[in-house]
């Protein structure tokens, strides 16, 4: 008889568990459909980037860097993206490039853009190495990690100066760019640091999801000329302290303006 009970017991448990499930799956389905026939699936409504416009002017006004004249600013379409094109001059012997691109929109996200840079000044490259970097904007240090590699051409054009003078001013600088030899540093910067993997904005930019917050960024290329095949140790220094100033503008501009206002 104990048995029996036991086994009428358990049933009784099965089927109560069976119902909690029904019930649990009738709510989800309940929930799920008048979202799936009007598109707005809750999970999908991505919290807004706050500042997304000051942003977004980074592309047609460039970036103010402490100690550097800008002698050049222009949009330039890499890779199906805009991105600012700005040269600057300070103190090296030739002007510095610093390619910036902003966060679009609330969707877009860090992709392939070191891929189309490499694609569009059809580089060869080598000497890659990782560079750490402590910004300290506001008195605590934020840490930043950026690729640092050499950039060359993989072929030497032979333009004779009848071809060179049928260029436009345009043309004719971006021949002189593409047969330059580089020391590159490139990062995804954003509000709490930055760095070269698009792997790491994504998991700081989900963990301000789970507080209704966004993490906004932007991609930065800065390209140093030197000496034809020559060694990127002796830019070490010059790339750390410029992308130092490049960050911390950044962080002190647009995107601490909209960490400030997500927060």
Known sequence: MKSVSLFKGIQRSQVQRMLVLVLLLVLVVMGAVPGYWTGNWPWAQLPSVTNLKEIRKLR????????????EQEIRKIGGHQWSYQKIEGEYAKPIRVLLLPQSDSKSQPQVEWEAIKGFYKWQTDSQTRIRLAVNPSGSAT????????????????ISPEQWQTLSRKQ???????????????????????????SRWF????????RRNRVPWVAVCLQIPIEPLGDIEASRSLAESLAKMVQTSLMTGPLTKASREAS
């Not at 047609?60 to 002698?71: A, K, M, N, V, Y």
């Not at 930043?144 to 032979?158: G, M, S, T, W």
């Open 203 to 210: 998991w700081a930019d989900q963990f301000a999801q789970l």
């Open 60 to 71: 047609t006004t460039g970036l103010e860097i402490s100690g550097w004249h800008t002698i």
């Open 172 to 198: 004719q600088q971006h021949v002189t760019e593409q047969q330059q030899t580089l020391a590159i540093l490139q990062w995804y910067a954003w509000p709490g640091g930055g760095h070269p993997a698009p």
């Open 143 to 158: 840490e930043v990690e950026a690729l640092f590699f050499r950039a060359y051409p993989r072929q030497i054009f032979r």
